[in-house]
């Protein structure tokens, strides 16, 4: 098979899944319909420069259907449930076991993250376990994941339905901000589990999980509300729920309301991304 045939196949596949999974439309490059379009019966010939690789990810599945899906060789992989479980347990134990920075040697508990693995709507990424986390081995379980459950309900989701991670396993002492050689040595954890998950959307929280996961000295501020994208997924980054939280301690009612309505309005633009309506505000939230 010539690598176009491959990457076309792999292509298929991701759609055939997309689809499966309830997608009804996707955003296509118009460089790429021009070279589709170009290149149509002429199947061998090298791949144009103008043609972005296809997703490096791998094409999963939808939930167990009666035989597994199988993955060609040399197309993406494609991934069972039970196989997303297994592999995040496999990803959790090495993070546990993991002791290449210091932040091994104060932790209580390891935080690998939790969630639905099965290509969730929203992988929420925030920076480290604080105290609470540390502790549950959950995260975002204390204040600033009490109001993230807010910001999720708010959206129409539980926490079950969307998937919670960290930038760094282990809890910074003193939650401290950690450390760039620290957010480098736990990133591949965070990778592979992004592989696994396969989100339809990712959404950072706060500066740390910006600059970890997109490699990036731009700000948080400069950043909040605007797409960008990893590994071919979309990616809305907006400010942590702690920054809110600091505001309500510091009695700052104007920044209060101004975080929340920056906060709010990056998460409906991931809610129209995903062709989801705004529910109804609830009186209790
Ligand atoms: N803050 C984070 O960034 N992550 C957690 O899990 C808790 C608090």
């Given at each position: 098979m010539s690598e176009w045939t491959d990457i076309i196949d792999g292509l298929a596949d991701h759609l055939a899944l997309l689809k499966e999974l309830g997608t009804r439309s996707v955003e296509v490059e118009p460089a790429v319909i021009r070279a589709l379009a170009a290149r149509s019966g002429a199947a061998a010939a090298p791949l144009p420069a103008a043609v972005p690789a296809p997703p490096a990810r791998p094409a999963v599945a939808a939930p167990p259907a009666a035989a597994p899906p199988v993955a060609r060789p040399g197309a993406t992989r494609v991934l069972t449930l039970d196989q997303r479980r297994q592999e995040l347990a496999a990803i959790a134990a090495r993070a546990e076991a993991c002791e290449?920075?210091?932040?091994?040697?104060?932790?209580?508990?390891?935080?690998?993250?939790?969630?639905?693995?099965?290509?969730?709507d929203v992988m929420f990424i925030g920076e480290a376990p604080g105290a609470d986390e540390?502790?549950?081995?959950?995260?975002?379980?204390?204040?600033?994941?009490?109001l993230l459950t807010k910001m999720i309900t708010a959206m129409g989701y539980t926490r079950d339905d969307i998937f919670i991670a960290n930038i760094c396993k282990c809890r910074p002492p003193g939650n401290r901000t950690p450390a760039p050689e620290e957010m480098q040595a736990c990133l591949p954890f965070l990778r592979?589990?992004?592989?696994?998950?396969?989100?339809?959307?990712?959404?950072l929280l706060g500066g740390t999980a910006i600059r970890g996961l997109l490699d990036t000295q731009v700000g948080v501020t400069r950043m909040q509300g605007q797409w960008t994208r990893y590994d071919g997924i979309p990616v809305m980054p907006t400010y942590h729920p702690?920054?809110?939280?600091?505001?309500?301690?510091?009695?700052?009612?104007?920044?209060?309301?101004?975080?929340?309505?920056?906060?709010?309005?990056?998460?409906?633009?991931?809610?129209?991304?995903?062709?989801?309506?705004?529910?109804k505000p609830s009186n209790k939230a």
């Amino acid at each position: 098979m010539s690598e176009w045939t491959d990457i076309i196949d792999g292509l298929a596949d991701h759609l055939a899944l997309l689809k499966e999974l309830g997608t009804r439309s996707v955003e296509v490059e118009p460089a790429v319909i021009r070279a589709l379009a170009a290149r149509s019966g002429a199947a061998a010939a090298p791949l144009p420069a103008a043609v972005p690789a296809p997703p490096a990810r791998p094409a999963v599945a939808a939930p167990p259907a009666a035989a597994p899906p199988v993955a060609r060789p040399g197309a993406t992989r494609v991934l069972t449930l039970d196989q997303r479980r297994q592999e995040l347990a496999a990803i959790a134990a090495r993070a546990e076991a993991c002791e290449t920075c210091v932040l091994r040697r104060q932790r209580n508990r390891c935080v690998p993250g939790q969630g639905n693995p099965l290509s969730p709507d929203v992988m929420f990424i925030g920076e480290a376990p604080g105290a609470d986390e540390d502790r549950a081995g959950e995260a975002f379980v204390g204040a600033a994941g009490h109001l993230l459950t807010k910001m999720i309900t708010a959206m129409g989701y539980t926490r079950d339905d969307i998937f919670i991670a960290n930038i760094c396993k282990c809890r910074p002492p003193g939650n401290r901000t950690p450390a760039p050689e620290e957010m480098q040595a736990c990133l591949p954890f965070l990778r592979e589990q992004i592989r696994i998950v396969q989100p339809k959307v990712i959404v950072l929280l706060g500066g740390t999980a910006i600059r970890g996961l997109l490699d990036t000295q731009v700000g948080v501020t400069r950043m909040q509300g605007q797409w960008t994208r990893y590994d071919g997924i979309p990616v809305m980054p907006t400010y942590h729920p702690a920054y809110i939280l600091r505001f309500e301690s510091l009695g700052d009612a104007a920044g209060l309301k101004r975080a929340k309505t920056e906060v709010w309005h990056a998460l409906k633009l991931v809610l129209a991304q995903l062709g989801r309506s705004v529910p109804k505000p609830s009186n209790k939230a």
